[in-house]
C-alpha cells in the first residue's frame, strides 16, 4: 500500500507553518498511523532531511501523548481511537491523507505535530489532585465504597489527558476533560472533602484557558477513553453547587 501525506511542517512556535507532501511505500493496513510517521521519518533521515516531530509513549492507548490530527479528525478516522490504535486499513492504497497538529488556540505549535497542552495541566494544578492530609495508607477495607461508585468513578478516571475533546470541539472547550476529573474526584470520599473548592477553582481557569460549551458532543465523539456527554453535564451540576455553597457559607 501506497500513501500519500499532506503533512504540516513548523520550525518553531513564531514561524509560518506549511503542508509538505511525501509519499510512504510498503505500507500494510495492520500498521498504525505512528508506525508510518515512523517510516516516514527514516526515509527523511536516510534523504538527510529533518524528520517531523510529533509525539508518542507507550504506544498503547494510555499515555494520551500521541493526539495529532488526521484527516481533520483529532487522532483519527476510528472512533474513540487514540493515534497509536489507528490503523492504516481505513485507507486505501493510493489515498492522500492530511496529517496536522491538534487544532486549537489553547495548544500552541511547539513544532511540526507537536502542540504545548499545559493549558490543561494548569486545570490539574488548580484542583485536580488531592491535598487533604490522608495520614498514612489505611487498611483497604477501612473505608467502605460500593461497587457501583468505585466502577463510575474509575470510569470517569479512565480520562488519558490527550486534549482531543478540546480539538474536536468548534468552541474549543474542555468540558469533557474537567467533568471528567471533577466526577471521579466528587465521588470518592476523601478527595470529595475538597469538592467545592476544587469546582471553583478548576471551573475558573478553564473559563480562562478554553472555550464555552454548548453541548455540540463532537469531544465524545472522538475521545479514547470513551468519557460520556454526563461528564459535560456534571460541569455544570458542580457549578452549581460551589455557586450555592457560597451562598450558604456567607
Ligand atoms: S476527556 Fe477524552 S478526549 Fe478529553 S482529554 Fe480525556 S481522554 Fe482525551
Ligand atoms: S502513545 Fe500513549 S496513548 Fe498513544
Known sequence: MKLTLEIWRQ??????????HHT???LDGSMSILEMLDRLNEQLVNSGKEPVTFESDCREGICGACGIQVAGIPHGLERNTPACHQRLRSFHDGQTIRIEPFRSASYPVVRDLMVNRHALDEMLEAG???????GTAPDADALPIDHETVEDALDYAACIGCGACVA???N?????YLGAKLTHLAMLPMPSQERTQRARAMI???EENFGPCSNYGECAEVCPADIPLSAVAAVNKERLRATFKRR???
Open 128 to 134: 485536580g489532585h488531592v491535598a487533604v492530609n490522608a
Open 204 to 206: 475558573d481557569v478553564a
Open 172 to 176: 474549543g472547550s474542555a468540558h469533557l
Open 11 to 20: 520550525e518553531g512556535p513564531n514561524a509560518k507553518g506549511r503542508y509538505e
Open 248 to 250: 450558604l457559607d456567607k
Open 168 to 170: 474536536a470541539c468548534p
Open 24 to 26: 510512504v511505500a510498503e
